[in-house]
C-alpha cells in the first residue's frame, strides 16, 4: 500500500492540506515518482514456471527473479515492485510451511520486502508484490509519513504510527459492525486512488519471522493496511474492490467526488 500523502477530508468544503499546494507538488515529485525512472525500463513479461513443489515462480532475469533461480544479484540490489496485470498478483498466493520459516530463503525474501516498501515508500507490501506467491506480508507507518498528512485527514482516519510487522501465513477476523471509507492506494497501481469501504476493526494472527506465533487487534489506518496487504496474498488487488466511480489519478484526489458517491467516514452497519 502507497503512504498516503493526501487523502479527501471528511467533509468535501474543508481545505485539503494544510500544507501549501507547491510544497505538496516537490513532496509527491520527491517521493512518489522521482523513482519511477528506476522501474520503467521493464523487461519481457515474465515467464512462470510451476515448481516441482507447486509454487510459480518467476524465472526471468529479472532481479525478483534471480534468488529463486539462482542467478547472481547484487547484494544490495532490492526486487522490482510487480504491476497489476502480472498474474502473480492475480491468484492466491501459497502459505509458507513453518520449518521453512527461519531458511536463507525466506528471511532473504523478508528483507527483501522490507527494503523494498521502505524505498518506495509505503506502509505495507505483500510478497507476490515482488513476485513472491508466498503468504508473507511486511507493514509499518512512522511519524515522518503520518505528517506528510493534515491533522483533519489522520484524525479521521484513526492513523497512527506503529513499529515494523512482518507477518507470516496471517489469518484475518474482520471485527464489530463499523466500515471505514476512504481512499487508499497501492504500491502494484502506483499514480491513482479510489475509495474503498474496510472494517474498521480486525484481528490477526500469524507467525513472526523468527515463528513465534503472533495475534494483533487492531483498528482505523493499521487495521486498513492489514487488510490491503492479507487481500493481495488471495490475488485480490484494491481496485477489485473500489467504490465505482472514485477511481482517479493521485493529482485528482482533491476533485469533488461524483454526485450520489458516500462520503469518506465511519460507518456503523449495525444501526
Ligand atoms: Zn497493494
Not at 522490482?80 to 513453518?98: S, T
Not at 532473504?108 to 506480508?137: N, T
Not at 476493526?201 to 490491503?228: C, D, N, Y
Not at 496487504?229 to 488487488?237: A, Q
Request: proline share 7%; charged share 25%; glycine share 8%.
Amino acid at each position: 500500500m502507497e503512504a498516503m500523502y493526501r487523502v479527501l477530508p471528511i467533509s468535501s468544503s474543508d481545505t485539503i492540506l494544510r500544507i501549501p499546494r507547491k510544497l505538496q507538488l516537490s513532496l509527491y515529485a520527491s517521493i512518489l515518482f522521482h523513482k519511477d525512472g528506476n522501474f520503467s525500463a521493464k523487461s519481457a513479461a515474465p515467464i512462470l514456471h510451476r515448481f516441482s513443489d507447486g509454487v510459480r515462480r518467476r524465472a526471468t532475469a529479472k532481479v525478483s527473479a534471480g534468488w529463486f533461480s539462482g542467478f547472481t544479484v547484487k547484494k544490495d540490489a532490492l526486487p522490482e515492485i510487480v504491476k497489476a496485470g502480472d498474474p502473480v498478483l492475480h491468484e492466491p498466493a501459497a502459505e509458507v510451511p513453518l520449518e521453512d520459516i527461519g531458511s536463507d530463503k525466506i528471511q532473504k525474501i523478508i528483507d527483501d520486502m522490507i527494503g523494498v516498501m521502505r524505498k518506495a515508500p509505503g506502509v505495507g507490501l505483500a510478497a507476490p508484490q515482488i513476485g513472491i506467491p508466498l503468504r508473507i506480508i511486511v507493514l509499518e507507518d512512522t511519524e515522518e509519513y503520518i505528517s506528510y498528512a493534515s491533522k483533519n485527514e489522520t484524525e479521521a482516519q484513526d492513523r497512527r504510527p506503529f513499529d515494523l510487522l512482518v507477518i507470516i501465513n496471517p489469518k484475518l477476523e474482520k471485527k464489530g459492525s463499523k466500515t471505514a471509507l476512504f481512499f487508499e492506494g497501492c504500491l502494484s497501481v502506483d499514480g491513482f486512488r479510489a475509495m474503498v469501504e474496510r472494517h474498521l476493526q480486525v484481528e490477526v494472527t500469524g507467525h513472526s519471522r523468527f515463528g513465534q506465533p503472533i495475534k494483533i487487534s487492531s483498528s482505523g489506518w493499521m487495521a486498513r493496511i492489514l487488510q490491503h496487504e492479507f487481500d493481495h496474498l488471495d490475488g485480490t488487488i484494491y481496485v477489485d474492490k473500489i467504490v465505482p466511480r472514485t477511481f482517479r489519478k493521485v493529482e485528482n484526489l482533491d476533485l469533488p467526488l461524483p454526485v450520489g458517491c458516500p462520503k469518506p467516514g465511519v460507518y456503523n452497519h449495525g444501526l
